[in-house]
Structures are given as C-alpha cells and as structure tokens.
C-alpha cells in the first residue's frame, strides 16, 4: 500500500508533464507576405485595368475566374476566412463613377481623378499571401503552408485625388481554389514565379534581421 502511495504522486507527475509536452507540442501563426510578380518589362502600375505584357497579370487571372465563378473571394479583414464577398460588391468597393467631383489636396476641384477608389484591382503586381507557420517542438520542423492569395492594392480616398487611405489585400482567394490560375500564370512567367519570390524575400528579411 505504501508503494502504491509512493508512485501516485510520481505517476501524476509525468502524466501532467506529458500532457503539458502534447499541449506545446506544435505552435503555429499566420501572417502576411507581400510578394511582387512584375516582370522586367512590366511598369509598377500600368493604365487602370490595364497591362503592357502581352500575358495576363496574376491578379487579372483572378479576377476573371472570381467573374466567371470558378473561384469564391473571402473578404481580406482578417486571417479565416469566414465571410465571402460578391464581385459586385467589391466592385462596388474598388470602382468610383468619374461623374463624381474630386477634391485636390490644396482644396481644388477636379471631374476627372483616377487615384480614387481601387484603380488597379486588376492590374497590380503586388500579391498577398497569407502564410500559416507550424512549428512542432518534438520533431523541430518548422512548416510553412499557404492559406490564401490575393492582390495587394492601394485604396485611395473617394473624395481626396490621390490621398492613400490603406495599403491592403482586396480579397482572399482560397490558396487550393488558385491553384490552376497560378499554374497558368507561371507556365508564362516560369522565372518569375511566386516560390521563388516568397523565398527571397524570406531570406531576405532572415538576414536583416
């Protein structure tokens, strides 16, 4: 009897250390990098919906199967993708009438402002991609797995001309559901391609730090 009594309190103590190791056992965060997939001839921001390379951008492949439902859009306000979001909403978000009278920033009147809105939803080169990293204590593999993928645009204000309100992902596009989009995309632009850029710059960023 004594013995059991003696083990007990031993017993309780690894089983609670090993109940805590399965607990720490893997941490895991997401978060978002910013990738850019201009190509040498390509200009940072072309004519609004628009490109100078005979190739589809990567954020034009995407808008036109989001037109064509062969993807969903989630909106980009967080990290689990919980809310999906229409194209007509979001072109409600992206397009401004050029009817509506913009404001200078001296406080001048203009009819015609591109820079309001979201000009470039279908022509930017910049891309988002929201990374989940694992790291599993007992094994020591770090992995790193992409959630979603969207373009990184700049939202200008509606009635300022040209005054930047966010620098944000425009929607998040199931990185499964991209997949096929991405491929077609790369098969143009094989040098340019999104593993090596997420590389680079998380290399990149390693060594700064």
Excluded at 51 to 71: G, M, R, S, Y
Excluded at 125 to 145: C, F, N, P, R, V
Excluded at 200 to 206: A, D, I, K, M, N
Aim: glycine share 6%.
């Amino acid at each position: 009897m004594k013995a059991i009594y003696i083990l007990l309190p031993v017993l309780l103590l690894f089983g609670f250390v090993s109940i805590g190791q399965n607990h720490a056992k893997e941490r895991s965060f997401r978060e978002v990098k910013v990738l850019d997939l201009s190509g040498p001839e390509e200009v940072s921001q072309p004519e609004p919906g628009k490109h100078k390379l005979e190739n589809p951008l990567f954020a034009e492949l995407l808008w036109d199967a989001l037109e064509h439902d062969h993807i969903q859009a989630y909106k980009a306000t967080g990290d689990q993708l919980d809310s999906t979001i229409s194209v007509t909403d979001l072109l409600k978000w992206a397009i401004v009438p050029d009817t509506i009278p913009a404001q200078t920033e001296d406080g001048g009147i203009i009819m015609d402002c591109m820079a309001r809105g979201i000009p470039h939803y279908r022509s930017t080169t910049q891309i988002a991609l929201l990374l989940q990293w694992s790291y599993d204590s007992h094994s020591g593999e770090t992995t790193i797995k992409p959630i979603a993928i969207g373009p990184f645009v700049k939202v200008y204000d509606r009635v300022v001309c040209g005054k930047v309100l966010a620098v944000r992902p425009m929607y998040w596009v199931r990185y499964d559901d991209a997949r096929r989009f991405l491929a077609e995309y790369e098969a143009e632009e094989p040098i340019n391609n999104l593993s090596i850029n997420l590389w680079e710059r998380h290399f990149s960023e390693t060594n700064k730090n």
